[in-house]
């Protein structure tokens, strides 16, 4: 039950613009893990957040910054939304530096969590800053 409630919650169906999904290397086909724009209100407004999980296989190279980008420029441009947010456990080093450092994405609040996730540390970026320029080295 709570497996089932969890793919219904993040994950995109047929005629959602919002959720999860699979995450396909196009160079390769490779399933690389899962990303999407994930619905969020924990801010206290209806906001989108970044998401995504990758293989280990996955984590190594440009591939967050690169999926981070897009989701940013699809909250922005395709669903004319006036902010993007990425919510990182306190303790994932690695995400936290692709949304501060790369992403140039602020941290703006702390969130405590819920039942299926723990607390996190939440980001934003506003439209009216436009993308930022991701560099390919850290």
């Known amino acids: ?5 969890l793919i219904r919650q993040y994950f995109t169906g047929e005629e959602e613009t919002a959720g999860m999904g699979a995450l396909i290397i ?6 690389a893990g ?24 996955a984590e190594g190279n440009n591939y967050p910054a ?3 980008m897009a989701q940013m420029q699809c909250a ?3 669903l004319n939304r006036p902010r993007a947010l990425a919510l990182a456990h306190p303790e994932n ?3 936290i530096h692709i ?12 969130w405590p969590g819920d039942r299926h996730r723990g607390p996190r540390i939440v980001f934003c970026r506003n439209r009216i800053d436009g993308l930022p ?3 390919e080295t850290d």
């Open 1 to 5: 039950d709570m497996a089932l409630e």
């Open 26 to 31: 196009n160079r390769t086909g490779r399933l």
């Open 34 to 57: 899962f990303a999407g724009l994930i619905p969020t209100e924990c801010l206290g407004a209806a906001d989108v957040e970044l998401g995504f999980a990758l293989f280990a296989w």
């Open 66 to 68: 690169e999926i981070g």
């Open 76 to 78: 922005f441009d395709d």
């Open 93 to 95: 080093a690695a995400s």
């Open 99 to 110: 949304l501060r450092d790369k992403l140039q994405m602020q941290e703006v609040s702390r």
């Open 133 to 135: 320029m991701i560099k």
